[in-house]
Each structure stands twice: as C-alpha cells, then as structure tokens.
C-alpha cells in the first residue's frame, strides 16, 4: 500500500524541528560553558537568548509571507543556511555583544524560516487527523530536546565547547538543507487531497469563518484571544530550558544532571506532543487546551521545591515538559482550524508572545504573581478559544 505523503512531510517536519529545538535547547549546556569562562554574570548572558526569542516571533512575520510566495523547501534551507552559519560562528565567540548578534539575531532569522513553515505546511495535508500529524511532527522538537543537550554536554567536555559549536552549525546546515527537498506546499501541488481521501473533505464552518484577507483575520475577537492565551502560556516556557542547568549546579549536581534535566524536559514534551494531539481531536481543543496550562502551572510551582531532592526536580521538569508540549501542539491545531490563513497568523501570533525571560532569575525565583500566573490564564483564558469559531 502506497504511503499518503504527507506523512512524508510530516517526518521532514520532525527532522527539521529536531535538530532546530534540539540545538536551541542546547542553550543552556552552552550557558554554563560561557559563564565558566568569561565570568559573565547571568542576566548580562542570558539577555542574548532574550533577544533571540523576541527576535525569532518578529522575523516569523515574513518568514510565513515568504512561505506562502516560495514555498516550504527553500524557506527551510534559508533557515539551515542562517541558523548553521549563527551556530558556527558562536564558536569563534570572545566578546559579550557577540552572542547578541550571532545567537540573538542570525540564530533567530534561521529559527524562524526553519520552525514557521513546518506545522503549517503539516496542517494543509490533514483535515480528519490533523492533531495526530501535527502532534508527530511536533514531537520532533521534543525529540530533539531530549537527545541533543545531553549530546552537547558530552562533546563540551570532551572537544570544548568551541568544537561543539562547529559540530552542531555544520549538522544543522548539511540536514536541514536535505530535509528541505522532501517538503511540499500543500497536497494539491501533487494532485492529492488531504488525508489521502479519493475526493475533498468537507472544510469545517470554523475554518470557512476564518478566511479573509490578513487585516480582516486580525480585526477578530478569535486572533486576539488566541494571541493572548498563547502568550500566557508562553511567557514562562523558556525560562527551566535557559537556566535549568545553572539551576541545577547551584543545588550541588554535576552539569551533565543539568543537561538531562533539559532532557527530561523534552520527553515530556514528547508525551505530551503525542498524546494530547491525539486526545484533543476526539475531546476537542478547548478542553485539551485547559488540561494542558493547568499542568504547566503545577510543573512551575514543583521547581519551587527542587531543593528537596532531584526526584522533584526531574518530577517537575517531566509535568513541565509535557505541558509544553502539549499547549504547542494544540495551539498549531487550534490555529489551523480557526484561522485559515495560518502560514500567515502563526507569527503574528506567536509574537504576541514572545517571552521576556526575566534575565537574571531561575524558576524558584519568580514572585508570587508570576507562580500563579499559569492558574489564572488555565481559568479564565482557554474559554475563549472556541467563541469565534463557532
């Protein structure tokens, strides 16, 4: 039996968000090997990845047009041209505003014209499985955040981090660039229909509400409810893959225990990519959606207590993770149902949250507003997800 291609797609989509993920994720490896020596202080360093996470939502603006005029395959291999070429050159790093211009800016113009087009080239193959397919080729980020910054700990010690740095800049470059030529537009552009159904599927009357020009979509009460439950989910999420390293040498652990906490991290974004994927397409996004911010709030508050031992501390990066990946699932799938012109919106809403990561603070140093901050937005924000669709 011949295989639907967009599963194709959907495994190229992994790959690339693997080794993209993967290697940003892998930041805080780097971070700890950067304090060592230069004796940067961390809110002067992790400002770097501040930028870069602002900067990479703003550049997804016309990272997605450019999908939309070029297609997946040269957009993707723009990104591992730029995001290879950001890692490379971290190596020859001697000077603090280096990393604001290598990692900060090029590294977020790769990220952005890698990770834009995937889920949204995923979710034009898919209409009856849509959470399943995004859900798979999210996992990839997952994936890549469980293997690659234990991988990036290893060849720090071993090569130095310098060395790292060129090993994960050329990986990067050379994959991403192949993986590029398997990507297609959309299933018309091979005579296909989504799903690999014999005819059409009927469009849901969301989908069909959401069709309009980019300045009408974003006049809608569903483009701002979903941009701000997405940034309230989001601010938080960056903060434990930055410092969790650090954070765990400061409680008396070696850093290769920090780099399988950002591990951790990643298989629960792995179950939680899979599983809820699968679980909002038969109990819907809203509910799933809710489920997933409540866990993402309970995650937070067990960083408070990591100090107590590192069955917490791998506990709490484990319910973190997944409800990281969980929400990142979901909102792709929420996105493309709700707002047809995705490849387009996905950074507009994107950058509605991109996240100021409270430079100097690792997670049990957040104030009391920001450790309720996941409650209040799982109670009052995840309703408004389905108002406008219906």
Known sequence: MKVFYGWIVVAGAFLVLFVAYGAQYSFGVFFSAFLQEFGWSRAS?????????????????????????????????????????????????????????????????????????????????????????????????SVGTVVLPPVAQLLVTTVGWRTAYVIFGVGIFVLLNLVAQVMRRDPESLGLHPDGASRPLAVAVGAQAGAGTLARVIRTRAFWMLGATFSAAWIPVFIPFVHIVPFTRDLGHSPLTGAWAVSTLGIGAVAGRLVMGAVSDRIGRKPAVGVAMTLQAVGFLGFLLADRGLPLLFGSALVFGYSYGAVSTLFAARRGRDLRRDRELRPHVDALGAPELRRDRPPRALSAAERSAGLLESRGMAPWLDKEAR
């Open 45 to 141: 360093l992790s400002g770097a990845f501040s930028v870069y996470a602002f900067a990479y939502c703003v550049f997804g603006f016309p990272a997605g047009r450019l999908t939309d005029l070029w297609g997946p395959r040269v957009v993707i291999a723009a990104g591992g041209i730029f995001l290879g070429a950001a890692l490379t050159g971290m190596s020859l790093v001697t000077q603090l505003w280096q990393p604001y211009l290598l990692y900060g800016l090029v590294a977020a113009l790769g990220m952005s014209t890698a990770y834009v087009p995937c889920n949204t080239t995923v979710v034009k193959w898919f209409v009856a499985r849509r959470g399943l397919a995004v859900g798979l080729a999210s996992s990839g980020a």
